[in-house]
T-cell receptor, first 114, second 114 residues
Framework: DAGVIQSPRHEVTEMGQEVTLRCKPI?????LFWYRQTMMRGLELLIY????????DSGMPEDRFSAKMPNASFSTLKIQPSEPRDSAVYFC????????????FGPGTRLTVL | RKEVEQDPGPFNVPEGATVAFNCTYS??????FFWYRQDCRKEPKLLMS???SGNEDGRFTAQLNRASQYISLLIRDSKLSDSATYLC???????????????FGQGTILTVHP
């Protein structure tokens, strides 16, 4: 099993630029989660999907953030325009809720906005 | 008050020591409880679930006290490889087709030295 795949692993961009983070969940998993981790705030849930439908986006910080899941094997998190305070590690995770509560995390994307 | 609070740490212990981490949660409706482990610059991974009756996995023992809203993790005979950040995680299971999101504590850093 390849696990959750995220790309890019590292992204450095300048303030005002658009950033797109990508995630491929584990095949067969019906839930997908986007998290953000910073030293100050720890690990925060941004949004999650069930069967490609957004269920709870209350953690999305503001309108500059958007997430999509066009099919069961792909999701994107977009930040437009990016700001320095968006610098963080962004994790994607997936789970098969019918089987278990645990979530499997991808390796994360380390975003730096200059 | 944070939803999940952990010992601030860091904990620095010698190999072979026994170390205990504590965690409290604020929402009495929390249903599921976990300990995750996160290595430096890596993604969180499930260490173990926590059950009301308490559970053990090798050198690791987890306890849950619902009345006090308190979770603990005990590590016996610490190994160098146990050095990591330990995250306390709780979830509200909303029932039906919805899914309770994971809420993470800030984490406790453990360093085991020779």
């Amino acid at each position: 099993d390849a696990g959750v795949i995220q790309s890019p692993r590292h992204e450095v961009t300048e303030m005002g630029q658009e950033v797109t983070l990508r995630c491929k969940p584990i095949s067969g998993h019906d839930y997908l989660f986007w998290y953000r981790q910073t030293m100050m705030r720890g690990l925060e849930l941004l949004i999650y999907f069930n069967n490609n439908v957004p269920i709870d986006d209350s953690g999305m910080p503001e309108d500059r953030f958007s997430a999509k899941m066009p099919n069961a094997s792909f999701s994107t998190l977009k930040i437009q325009p990016s700001e320095p305070r968006d610098s963080a590690v962004y994790f994607c995770a997936s789970t098969d809720k019918k089987k278990e509560d645990t979530q499997y995390f991808g390796p994360g994307t380390r975003l730096t906005v200059l | 008050r944070k939803e999940v609070e952990q010992d601030p740490g860091p904990f620095n212990v010698p190999e072979g020591a026994t170390v205990a981490f504590n965690c409290t949660y604020s929402n009495s409706a929390s249903q599921s409880f976990f300990w995750y482990r996160q290595d430096c610059r890596k993604e969180p991974k499930l260490l173990m679930s926590v059950y009301s009756s308490g559970n053990e996995d090798g050198r690791f023992t987890a306890q849950l006290n619902r009345a006090s809203q308190y979770i603990s993790l005990l590590i016996r005979d610490s190994k160098l490889s146990d050095s990591a950040t330990y995250l306390c995680v709780v979830t509200l299971n909303a029932g039906g087709t919805s899914y309770g999101k994971l809420t993470f504590g800030q984490g406790t850093i453990l360093t085991v030295h020779p």
